[in-house]
């Protein structure tokens, strides 16, 4: 029965050993079952010291225990810690994966909403001015003709409709789905990386080879990875670190899809100061003084558009952005064959 339960259930004897775990507790600790039983707690790699302490702590008092947010090889989990006879403990894990999406995908649509706003408000504030602006050519045009000045004029009409149809197609991204290979998009925005930095942090590429092709945009899937490339690098990075995976059980990013592929783009740059990341993929929110705020809030667009989400994760060392876009299982299935 304990095996049909999602969260982990593990039993430890009078001594910390494991005597009994679901198959929950394999993905939570990251090992199996054959590996595991009769080993002490302590010896599985990736426990937490806190854990172990406050399995001692109940097993001496007997007080259950609740610890939250603890880091563990499947992820992060909160757990509950209950006494049993004979000096045995029961550890309950609750994963926080869901929770953590659904947040995330929730602050998708704060930030994606505020770029459709901000979209709004230059339209207001700028499109009013450039009429002027416009009409105020197109007199000159008529009354100059074709001399030098009434040329000019015309310039300003022309540029004056394309600021004006960039601002109408600001916010609002117009894509040409098709089959793209996400790792040669991946070489792309690299190779443009490349040029732009003169060849300074050294790229290190980490492809699943056998993700097939996905449905999308190709050009707009290079601009989302090249804005995050491009971030380590004008973060300070040296070394940057592209990965791509099949991530299974995703299923809110898109209804009845729950496998997606990711690729994280981690670095050792700067890393991303605390009072930002709650606001990293807002429209105008920037830790650089020539920064406009708007790379990571478009490319945030960009994923949505295609059903998917950007995330951000703090390293030790710099800073991990994930994008993950949803795919068909069967396609997984037929590439795994």
Not at 57 to 75: M, N, Y
Not at 132 to 159: D, H, N, S, V
Request: aromatic share 4%.
């Amino acid at each position: 029965m304990l095996n049909v339960l999602d969260t982990a259930v593990l039993e430890l004897d009078g001594r910390d050993r494991i005597k009994q775990m679901n198959d929950a507790a394999e993905q939570c600790l990251g090992t199996g079952k054959d590996r595991t039983f009769g080993a002490s707690l302590a010896q599985v790699k990736g426990v937490p010291g806190s854990l172990i302490e406050a399995v001692a702590l109940t097993r001496k008092d007997l007080r259950r225990r609740h610890l939250r947010e603890c880091r563990l090889a499947g992820g992060l989990y909160d757990c509950n810690i209950q006494a049993l006879e004979n000096q045995h403990v029961l550890l309950e894990m609750y994963d926080l994966s869901w929770e953590q999406q659904r947040q995330q995908l929730e602050q998708r649509e704060v930030q994606t909403g505020m770029l459709e706003l901000l979209r709004r408000n230059l339209g207001h504030e700028i499109r009013n001015p450039l009429g002027g602006i416009r009409g105020a050519a197109q007199m000159m045009a008529a009354e100059l003709k074709e001399q030098e000045l009434g040329t000019l004029a015309r310039l300003i009409m022309r540029e004056v409709d394309r600021i004006d149809e960039l601002i109408q197609r600001f916010g609002q991204p117009q894509l040409k789905h098709s089959n793209a290979d996400i790792h040669k998009i991946a070489d792309e925005a690299i190779d443009v990386l490349m040029a732009e930095s003169g060849g300074v942090p050294k790229v290190e590429r980490d492809f699943d080879p056998s993700i097939p092709q996905i449905t999308g945009d190709a050009s707009a899937l290079r601009q989302i990875i090249l804005n995050l490339v491009l971030n380590a690098y004008q973060a300070g990075a040296k070394n940057i670190l592209l990965r791509s995976r099949i991530e299974h059980g995703f299923a809110l990013i898109q209804p009845g899809k729950n496998t997606a592929v990711r690729v994280d783009v981690d670095d050792d740059g700067e890393g991303v100061p605390e009072h930002l990341r709650v606001m990293l993929f807002l429209p105008l929110a920037t830790g650089r003084r020539d920064g406009t705020g708007l790379g990571l809030a478009m490319a945030q667009q960009l994923a949505a558009a295609h059903g998917g989400l950007l995330s951000y994760e703090a390293l030790a060392q710099g800073s991990r952005f994930s994008l993950r876009l949803p795919i068909h299982k069967e396609l997984v299935e037929v590439a795994g064959e």
